[in-house]
Nanobody, 129 residues
Framework: QLQLVESGGGLVQPGGSLRLSCAAS????????IGWFRQAPGKEREGVSC????????NYADSVKGRFTISRDNAKNTVYLQMNSLKPEDTAIYYC??????????????????????WGQGTQVTVSS
């Protein structure tokens, strides 16, 4: 069974850090572009960060630049999102998703969610004092 599983979410105080993981089972993430998206209550899903299949290219939404870092370990079949200096507005369910064959512009600049084919179930991140 092909599956993506996010983990690492939780409750953290403003200014704190969390590291999210996106692990694949049933298939290899090697060769896939990976995106992190989030959706807050009452808001549309938005792209947060993206990493190319080889890890050499990354992109971030303006709202998280300088605070979040995406990385991947293909040997562990896992992608990470290190989130520092968290703010209450970062509160959301965070999802990872995979894509192949589409342009970087669509996937990781425009964060076109419909270009991503496989999605995890999400992990809740709550930033609150």
């Amino acid at each position: 069974q092909l599956q993506l599983v996010e983990s690492g979410g939780g409750l953290v105080q403003p200014g704190g850090s969390l590291r999210l993981s996106c692990a694949a089972s049933g298939f290899t993430l090697d060769g896939h572009t990976i995106g992190w998206f989030r959706q807050a209550p009452g808001k549309e899903r938005e792209g947060v960060s993206c990493i190319s299949s080889g890890g050499g290219s990354t992109n971030y939404a303006d709202s998280v630049k300088g605070r979040f870092t995406i990385s991947r370990d293909n040997a562990k079949n896992t992608v990470y999102l290190q989130m520092n200096s968290l703010k209450p507005e970062d509160t959301a369910i965070y999802y990872c998703a995979t894509a192949q064959g589409s342009l970087w512009l669509s996937l990781c600049v425009r964060f076109s969610a419909n270009k991503f084919r496989s999605w995890g179930q999400g992990t809740q991140v709550t930033v609150s004092s």
